[in-house]
């Protein structure tokens, strides 16, 4: 199992510009998530999805989109960048919600200038 | 909102030596409990799982314990080594299975 894969691992953009951070796994989980790392911040959560056709907000939604069309991929979609979300960017996936452990993705880190 | 808190913010260690993180939590009504291990420029890696109804999981030199009531829990390692030298985060989940993080412990153990 190559667990859960983060695509690009770096990305620079200017502001303004769109662009999706792909997100999969292979572990057949019906909970992921996308989380962004601050410095002094800790991780916070932006979006999360329970299952295919299923999604909710987080604590920081806004500027992000999301959609799961089917259990494997979770990509987060910048709709217009801004360079307050220049960030590190991580995906986690587990089983069903509650009482699993959370396995997370090697990150992406995002500059926007 | 669950606010999550870790102490010390950094740590150094001589090998060999044992030590103790800490983490707090406001919201005792958490469903689970999970620390990771992060090094630097990468992800985070799950050490140990604690659900709400136990108390205490172990993983070789690692031993994790959780006190709901006091919203407390703490993360034990044995016999440091430099191998340890990481950021340690703690992170309680909540009825949707969505973690709130503390900011990490970050800890060096010296040779």
């Known amino acids: 199992n190559a667990g859960v894969t983060q695509t690009p691992k770096f990305q620079v953009l200017k502001t303004g510009q769109s662009m999706t951070l792909q997100c999969a796994q292979d572990m057949n989980h019906e909970y992921m998530s996308w989380y962004r790392q601050d410095p002094g911040m800790g991780l916070r959560l932006i979006h999360y999805?329970?299952?295919?056709?299923?999604?909710d907000q987080g604590e920081v939604p806004n500027g992000y989109n999301v959609s799961r069309s089917t259990t494997e991929d979770f990509p987060l979609r910048l709709l217009s960048a801004a360079p307050s979300q220049t960030s590190v960017y991580f995906c986690?996936?587990?089983?069903?919600?509650?009482?699993?452990?959370?396995?997370f993705g090697p990150g992406t880190r995002l500059t926007v200038l | 909102k669950q606010e999550v808190t870790q102490i010390p913010a950094a740590l150094s260690v001589p090998e060999g030596e044992n030590l103790v993180l800490n983490c707090s939590f406001t919201?005792?009504?958490?469903?689970?409990l999970q620390w990771f291990r992060q090094d630097p420029g990468k992800g985070l890696t799950s050490l140990l799982l604690i659900q709400s109804s136990q108390r205490e999981q172990t993983s070789g030199r690692l031993n994790a314990s959780l006190d709901k009531s006091s919203g407390r829990s703490t993360l034990y390692i044995a016999a440091s080594q430099p191998g340890d030298s990481a950021t340690y985060l703690c992170?309680?989940?909540?009825?949707?299975?969505?973690?709130?993080f503390g900011t990490g412990t970050r800890l060096t153990v010296i040779p």
């Open positions: 919201d005792s009504a958490i469903y689970n």
């Open positions: 986690a996936s587990s089983r069903t919600t509650g009482r699993h452990e959370q396995f």
């Open positions: 999805s329970v299952g295919a056709g299923i999604t």
């Open positions: 992170a309680a989940a909540d009825g949707a299975n969505n973690l709130f």
